[in-house]
């Protein structure tokens, strides 16, 4: 991380460890290792178990627009060819404790049509189901790290359902994928967490680094 970042995971980030007398604990480090873009340090999250391991934020307060970003490189967990949607891990979620729950969700999946690592999204709507919003590319075995940039807005109306999720990722080419007709409008953002999300998919050993986290209470310019 960036001198002036330190702050952003490693201090004003809660870190949460929870493990399994069965497993090793997942945990998520500081370490040199997994610094990205140039930074000196970055957050290496280590999975052996389907126990939690995860940063939050608690930043944001009841918003109706959030906008997250970060670099990161998936390309070091082993997760099994499928078809998308499939053998995901899901790393990050936003939370409306009040609301919605967990209401967006990111996954890392590797599709046999490719072979490359995914970045896929699913939102709730205000029935309390999920939908499919996005998928981007990160690259194949061999691809260097990526900045992504994730938005949400909620609906600005009931019955208007125009809420939306997207997902960015910055270069290398820029990729853009989303959409913006969810109904969404009761939900909205109280926290955001990063790391491993543990689900009932299977457990994969291995690790990921993530670096550079950055939030925002406004959309993309």
């Given at each position: 991380m960036k001198p002036n970042n330190v702050a952003i995971v490693a201090v004003t980030l809660a870190i949460l460890l929870v493990g399994s007398a069965a497993f090793a604990v997942n945990t998520v480090s500081v370490t040199a290792g997994a610094a990205q873009n140039?930074?000196?340090?970055?957050?290496?999250?280590s999975v052996d178990s389907n126990t939690a391991a995860h940063v939050q934020s608690d930043h944001p307060n009841a918003e109706k627009v959030y906008r997250a970003r970060f670099w990161v490189r998936p390309q070091t967990l082993p997760i099994a060819l499928g078809s998308a949607g499939s053998n995901h891990v899901r790393f990050f979620t936003m939370l409306d404790p009040g609301g919605l729950g967990q209401h967006a969700i990111g996954f890392f999946t590797r599709s046999a049509q490719d072979n490359g690592w995914h970045?896929?999204?699913?939102?709730?709507n205000d029935a309390g189901g999920f939908e499919q919003a996005a998928n981007i590319f990160l690259g194949g075995p061999a691809a260097p790290a990526r900045q992504v940039e994730v938005q949400w807005a909620a609906a600005t109306a009931d019955g208007a359902n125009d809420g939306m999720l997207m997902v960015s990722r910055i270069d290398n080419p820029a990729q853009t994928d989303g959409r913006t007709n969810i109904d969404n409008d009761t939900g909205d953002v109280d926290g955001f967490r990063i790391g491993y999300i543990p689900s009932s998919n299977t457990v994969i050993t291995g690790s990921y680094p993530m670096d550079e986290f950055e939030s925002f209470r406004t959309l993309a310019p």
């Open positions: 140039g930074t000196n340090f970055g957050l290496l999250v970045l896929i999204l699913w939102t709730k």
